[in-house]
């Protein structure tokens, strides 16, 4: 089984310049989560969808951060105007289910995406 | 043994024997958790998931511990070996939530030879 495909691997920016981050995730799941990680700490979830429909983007700095999940199978997540604090890994997971959660109810990580801003 | 490093909290252990890593959990409604791994450069690995009407839960060569009137997870790893030198993080889930997962800050775990 594929697993979580992300794009591109590393990007440098500078700041105030614009960066978008693909995700395919595996295939029949139904929920799409994009977290952000930074040096050293956990993952932190930006926004979660569940087929094209946004659950939760209570933490999606929205004045910046964009995301889509067109058709219910790949996401995009753009960052326009970037800023040196949003270097960070993006990390891209899914997962099967929807409601309460159950034994091997996982998310599934993809290799994350590096973003460094200059 | 434990240190705060500038980071991470990093556990050392030497190689076979064994590791516990701690975390402690937000969230009293929380009824679902997972312990994952992360080598660097690579996403987070599910190790090991255990519900909140559990107390323990086994897997190869890791355990699990949920001590829910203290919210405390505790990931034990038998017999350690230097593939598991990683960050360890655990996961929570919101009670009737969906899913969605909430992580810790993680720990360093180093296998010293």
């Known amino acids: 089984e594929a697993g979580v495909a992300q794009s591109p691997r590393y990007k440098i920016i500078e700041k105030r310049q614009s960066v978008a981050f693909w995700c395919n995730p595996i295939?029949?799941?139904?929920?799409l989560y994009w977290y952000q990680q930074i040096l050293g700490q956990g993952p932190k979830l930006l926004i979660q969808f569940q087929n094209n429909g946004v659950v939760d983007d209570s933490q999606l700095p929205k004045d910046r951060f964009s995301a889509e999940r067109l058709k219910g199978v790949d996401s995009t997540l753009k960052i326009q105007p970037a800023k040196l604090e949003d270097s960070a890994v993006y990390l891209c997971?899914?997962?099967?289910?929807?409601?309460?959660?159950?034994?091997?109810?996982?998310?599934?990580f993809g290799e994350g995406s590096r973003l460094t801003v200059l | 043994g434990e240190s705060v490093g500038l980071h991470l909290p990093t556990l050392s252990v030497q190689e076979g024997d064994n590791s516990i890593i701690n975390c402690a959990y937000s969230?009293?409604?929380?009824?679902?958790f997972i312990w994952y791994k992360q080598e660097s450069g690579k996403g987070p690995q599910f190790i090991i998931d255990i519900r909140s009407n559990m107390d323990k839960r086994q897997g190869q060569r890791v355990t699990v511990l949920l001590n829910k009137t203290v919210k405390h997870l505790s990931l034990q790893i038998a017999a350690t070996q230097p593939g598991d030198s990683a960050v360890y993080f655990c996961a929570e889930n919101l009670e009737n939530y969906g899913q969605n997962f909430v992580f810790g800050p993680g720990t360093r775990l180093s296998v010293l030879p």
């Open positions: 997971a899914s997962s099967l289910g929807t409601g309460t959660p159950s034994f091997g109810g996982e998310l599934f």
């Open positions: 295939s029949g799941h139904a929920t």
């Open positions: 969230n009293s409604a929380s009824d679902y």
